[in-house]
C-alpha cells in the first residue's frame, strides 16, 4: 500500500489528516520561514544556516547536532535590550547556556538569571559580572548561597521561609549583605492562550499574595540584618501568547508592592515580572515580538501605577525562550522509514532518525508540537504525512508528532526540526547512553562547535567500575 496519490495526499483511501492546524503543503520542500532563524534558506534542497549549508556541516559534525545562528540569536537579545530599555533584561539561562552563549548575552548588552550552582558557574566561567547575575531556585542549598553571595551575585530571588533564615545565616556567616528579591505567586496560571485563576495555589514556586505569605516573606526580609530587599518578583509560566496573564499578574503584584509601601512605609525600588514569551513551533503559534510586548507591559505597570498612586519601580524581566529557541535547528539523520497500516487501513509513515527523546524531551514530556523539513535535497515526490521518531527503547520517544515530509524521504536524508534552542540541549540526557549532540554555532559562513558531542569516554568517566575493564 502506499501511502500517496496522483491526486494529492488527501485523494487516498484512509489518509491520515493530522492535526486540523496542520495544511498539507503546496511543496513540501518550501520552508515555512517564520519557523526558522532568521539566515535559514533552502538553496536547491539544501538547508543553509548563517550562510552555511548544513550537509557540508555534517560532514565535519556528523548527526545529531545542534545548529546555533549567532546573528540571529544576537538579534533576538538586542531586541529584547532595545525594546525594554528602561528594563532590566535577564537571559533565563536555564532555556540554554554555555560558556560561548554566556558571553553573547553580555556583550549585547543583557544580564543573566541561572539558577543552580552549575548555570553559575558557567557565567562566571564565562567572564560575566557577578552584579548582574540573579540567581533562582526553590530549593537551595546552604552551599549554593554560600557561594552565590561570596561572589557578590546581583540578585537572590528567595522563595521560601526556610531558604529566607538559611541566607540570613550565609550573610551572616560570611559578614556580607545580599540583595533580595522575593518571589510571589501571584494567582495567575498562565496557558498559551488562556490563563486560569484556580489551581495557580497548589505549586512548589513562590510565596501566596492571597494567604498572606508574600507580604510575611518580604517582612521578615526587611527585619534581617544582612538582607537587602530589591523588590518583588513573579513569574507566570512559559510559552504564553496572551499578555492578559501578565496583566493580571502585574496588577496583584503592584498591589502587594504599594501595600508594603504602605504597611511597611518601604518603598521597593525593583520589580521583576518574569519570562514566559511564547515562540513559533507550528504554524499553531503566532507570538508578539519584543517590541509589542514592551509596549503592552509598560502601558500595563503605568496604568497599575497610576490607579496605586505609587512611583514605578525599574521593573526586569527574564526571558529565555524567546531569545535562543528559534535560534537553533537540530539536525538529524534519518535512518529507517517504515509505514505503518493502522485500524482502518490508513498509514502512518514512522520516520526514525538518529536521536530523540534524549536530545528534545518537550514532545514526550509536554505533548509539543514540532515541524521538520529534509535538510538534504529537494524532492518532487507528493507529501505524505510522517511522524519523526527518535531511537529509544520507548514508544513514546516522537520529536514530532506530525509534518508532512515528501513521500520518497528516506535513509540517509538529513532532516532538520526548527526552534530548538530552548530546553532541548539543556534538558538532554544520556538515556540509552546515548552522547549528548554538539552545538554548533553558525555565521556568515563559519561553523564553529561551542559545545562539542560527548563521547563514550565521558560517559565512562564517572562509572568507577570502567577502569577495571
Ligand atoms: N524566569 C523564571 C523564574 C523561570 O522559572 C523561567 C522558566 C524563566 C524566567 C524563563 O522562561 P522562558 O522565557 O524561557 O519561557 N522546560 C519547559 C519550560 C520550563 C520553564 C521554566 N522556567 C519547556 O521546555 O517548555
Redesign the pocket.
Known amino acids: 500500500m502506499t501511502p500517496t496519490h496522483e491526486a494529492g495526499w488527501a485523494h487516498v483511501e484512509g489518509a491520515l489528516r493530522g492535526p486540523g492546524w496542520l495544511r498539507p503543503p503546496d511543496d513540501a520542500n518550501a520552508l515555512v520561514p517564520s519557523l526558522w532563524s532568521s539566515t535559514t534558506r533552502k538553496v536547491d534542497g539544501n538547508l543553509v544556516v548563517g550562510q552555511v549549508p548544513i550537509p557540508e556541516l555534517v560532514a565535519n559534525v556528523n548527526t545529531p547536532a545542534y545548529v546555533l545562528d549567532e546573528a540571529d540569536l544576537r538579534a533576538r537579545a538586542r531586541a529584547f535590550r532595545d525594546a525594554f530599555a528602561d528594563y532590566d533584561v535577564?537571559y533565563?539561562g536555564?532555556?540554554f547556556l554555555c560558556t560561548t552563549v554566556a558571553r553573547w548575552i553580555a556583550e549585547e548588552g543583557l544580564s543573566l538569571?541561572v539558577?543552580s550552582d552549575g548555570e553559575l558557574t558557567v557565567a562566571l566561567r564565562a567572564g560575566l559580572d557577578p552584579a548582574r547575575i540573579g540567581y533562582?531556585g526553590n530549593t537551595k542549598t546552604e552551599m549554593e548561597l554560600m557561594r552565590a553571595v561570596a561572589e557578590g551575585v546581583g540578585r537572590i530571588?528567595v522563595d521560601s521561609f526556610d531558604e529566607i533564615e538559611r541566607l540570613e545565616r550565609v550573610t551572616a556567616s560570611l559578614g556580607r549583605t545580599a540583595k533580595v528579591m522575593v518571589?510571589v505567586t501571584a494567582g495567575v496560571e498562565a496557558h498559551t492562550h488562556e490563563y486560569i485563576a484556580t489551581a495557580h495555589e497548589d505549586q512548589k514556586?513562590g510565596f501566596s499574595i492571597t494567604a498572606g505569605h508574600a507580604l510575611e516573606a518580604v517582612r521578615r526580609v526587611v527585619a534581617a540584618p544582612g538582607l537587602d530587599l530589591l523588590g518583588l518578583?513573579s513569574?507566570i509560566?512559559?510559552?504564553?501568547f496572551d499578555t492578559s496573564g501578565f496583566e493580571v499578574a502585574a496588577r496583584r503584584v503592584l498591589a502587594l508592592h504599594a501595600q508594603v509601601g504602605e504597611e511597611l512605609g518601604v518603598t521597593l525600588p525593583e520589580l521583576d515580572l518574569?519570562?514566559?514569551?511564547?515562540i513559533a513551533y507550528t504554524t499553531q503559534d503566532d507570538p508578539s515580538d519584543p517590541a509589542q510586548l514592551a509596549i503592552e507591559m509598560s502601558k500595563i505597570v503605568e496604568h497599575e501605577c497610576r490607579a496605586l498612586g505609587i512611583d514605578q519601580p525599574r521593573l526586569s524581566i527574564?526571558?529565555?525562550?524567546?531569545?535562543v529557541?528559534p535560534a537553533m535547528c537540530t539536525v538529524y539523520t534519518v535512518g529507517t522509514v517504515k509505514r505503518v497500516e493502522l485500524d482502518g487501513g490508513a498509514v502512518r509513515t514512522y520516520v526514525s532518525i538518529d536521536g530523540g527523546m534524549s536530545d528534545n524531551i518537550?514532545t514526550a514530556?509536554?505533548d509539543?508540537d514540532y515541524s521538520c523539513t529534509i535538510a538534504s535535497r529537494e524532492s518532487g515526490a507528493p507529501p505524505v504525512l510522517a511522524r519523526v521518531v527518535g531511537k529509544h527503547c520507548e514508544a513514546g520517544d516522537i520529536v514530532v508528532k506530525d509534518e508532512f515530509l515528501p513521500a520518497d524521504v528516506r535513509p540517509g536524508d538529513l532532516l532538520a526540526v526548527p526552534s530548538t534552542g530552548?530546553?532541548?540541549r539543556s534538558?538532554a540526557s544520556n538515556y540509552n547512553h546515548a552522547l549528548r549532540p554538539p552545538v554548533v554555532a553558525v555565521r556568515d559562513g563559519v561553523a564553529t562547535t561551542i559545545v562539542r558531542r560527548e563521547t563514550v569516554d565521558d560517559l565512562l568517566a564517572t562509572d568507577l567500575g570502567a577502569s577495571d575493564t
Not at 237 to 240: C, E, M, T, V
Not at 274 to 278: A, E, R, S
Open positions: 535577564y533565563a536555564k532555556a538569571d539558577c533562582h530571588v518571589r514556586f518578583h513569574h509560566g512559559s510559552q504564553i518574569g519570562g514566559g514569551f511564547g527574564e526571558p529565555g525562550r524567546a531569545i529557541g518537550r514530556l509536554y509539543a530552548a530546553y532541548c534538558m
